[in-house]
């Protein structure tokens, strides 16, 4: 009887470690598919969620050449104040409720995605912010727009060796020392601390061209950064006098501010490039995207478009995991 349970044991051994192996290659098969499903919706939800938020970039550009369209009806110079529609942000709503409606009230979409997806927005006029394109130019433009950067960072209360190292790095930049960069938060090249950036970042903007301020649309500290000859107190006063009644040239401005003449050529009331900011909420997903767009004349071009995870809205350091254009 022994010699007998040696190999009904042995047989029992191998039968159990055969169960084994057989649920392991069973429970990694099973992994493996899951794991392609899950990717393969993800990268299903990410596409549907970059085609919605082009449609949102287009609404963008149609509500920017309606604001030129008005503008030529009543025979008035182009204008760009905080007061047009372009300048209303868009709270979270559904989707559903950009949809034609019926009679009754209700929309007429059967599409479960349509109630499902959530949109929010804005538009944000790019020129109210100081332009750092001025780093990749001549000397003298170098060191007049580094000038409005030192006191602006001053008014932020900024370390002065950061201003330091961005003037620092620009003349290495342009000597072909180090890279360039082409987004506010590329300046994280050059050394700059991410603390600086975070707070420097909703004053300025990185545009392909040299641009003026349009003091309609900027920040006091802005304003005052590149009208030396205004105090933070009196760009304040700026701020609030244009809310009732923004001015319409260049002109009318400085005949209510006559001490920024000194520095006026710094200065516009209309825009030509946006930025044009949205995110969607459809499920567990959560995306958001950023485009700089150039309106000339009728025509809104893009410049680029960037897109990634959920950022908070607004937020200029958000690393984008896909760029477009």
Known sequence: MKKMARPRGAALLTALLTVAL????????????????ETEAA??????????LLGALDWARLVLREDVRAQEAVQQAPVDHLGEP????????????????????QTQSDDPLAESVFLSGRLEDAQGRLNLFFLTQSDATLNQGGAALARLMQLLELPADEWTRVMEGARLARAGQLLMPQRVSQLSYWGIAPTTLTRLAPQVTWLPAATAVNVNTASAEVIAAILPSLSLAQARQVVEQ?????????????????????????????SQYFLVQGQL????????????????????????RESGPWARLGDPLASPRASLQ
């Open 281 to 304: 909420r459809m499920g567990t997903l959560q995306w958001s995207e950023r485009s700089l767009v150039a309106r000339e004349g009728l025509r809104v071009r893009v410049v680029w």
């Open 22 to 37: 057989i649920a392991t290659l069973a429970a990694g098969a099973a992994w493996q598919q899951w794991r392609l499903v």
């Open 86 to 105: 372009w300048a209303v942000p868009l709270a979270e709503a559904r989707l559903s409720s950009f949809l034609a409606a019926a009679a009754n009230g």
């Open 43 to 52: 990268e299903r939800d990410q596409a549907q969620a970059r085609w919605l």
């Open 242 to 270: 244009r809310t009732s009644k923004p001015w319409t040239s260049r002109e009318a401005f400085l005949r209510d501010w006559p001490l920024a003449s000194p520095s006026a050529t710094a200065l516009a009331v209309n």
